[in-house]
């Protein structure tokens, strides 16, 4: 009977462990060793009060619009993230500072670098990323390196526009993060 128990015990303390794994953001040290860390956060940028255009573009193609922006346009932005949709009812689990300059002449694209620092999962540190963005469809950023417990990450961050109208709008951001297999030798955490 102790013995039945016993087994019992462990049984419970291996499921407990595997569905605290399982919930809410992917959390993985997979098979080969490899740790990564999938979560997606909301991004909210209002015109003129979390996000600026710093240096005109040139006159040309395109005007200033919700979704536009002239040619050689630099914005620049300190926007929020949160971890549900609502900005005032959800926590603030990032911030991301950064700068695009639109690259098309439809005004549609730009080239966009960003330092997120961020606070989830009990972890804390900045990650960089860097690449193009399209202003209505969703765009890719390869993560170039991050710092604190994200120091030595790789992955890519996806950005989608979820909401463009109005003065505030909002962005799902992907996060697939990876560590390379010399992270843990180095940096434990
Ligand atoms: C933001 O500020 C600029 C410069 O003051 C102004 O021209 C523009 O209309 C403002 N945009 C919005 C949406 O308030």
């Not at 690259?103 to 900045?126: C, F, H, N, Q």
């Not at 990323?129 to 991050?146: C, L």
Request: with cysteine; proline share 4%; aromatic share 8%.
């Amino acid at each position: 009977m102790a013995r039945r128990s016993t087994d019992l015990c462990v049984l419970i303390t291996f499921l407990s462990l595997f569905l605290l794994t399982e919930a809410g953001h992917k959390h993985n040290r997979g098979r080969n060793g490899l740790k990564s860390l999938e979560f997606s956060l909301y991004q909210h940028e209002t015109i003129n009060k979390t996000g600026f255009i710093v240096v005109d573009g040139v006159a040309g193609n395109a005007g200033v619009s919700q979704t536009t922006t002239p040619f050689g346009t630099v914005f620049v932005f300190r926007d929020r993230m949160t971890a549900g949709l609502g900005l005032s009812s959800s926590r603030v689990a990032g911030v991301a500072e950064g700068t695009s300059i639109t690259s098309s002449l439809d005004g549609l694209r730009s080239l966009s670098i960003a330092k997120i620092t961020l606070d989830v999962e009990g972890r804390r540190g900045s990650i960089s990323i860097v690449g193009g963005t399209h202003n209505t469809k969703p765009s890719d950023y390869p993560v170039v390196g991050g710092t604190g417990d994200f120091l030595f990450v790789q992955g890519y961050v996806r950005s989608s526009p979820v909401d463009l109208r109005g003065t505030t709008v909002v962005y799902k951001i992907e996060f697939h993060l990876y560590w390379p297999p010399y992270a843990p030798a180095v940096h434990p955490n």
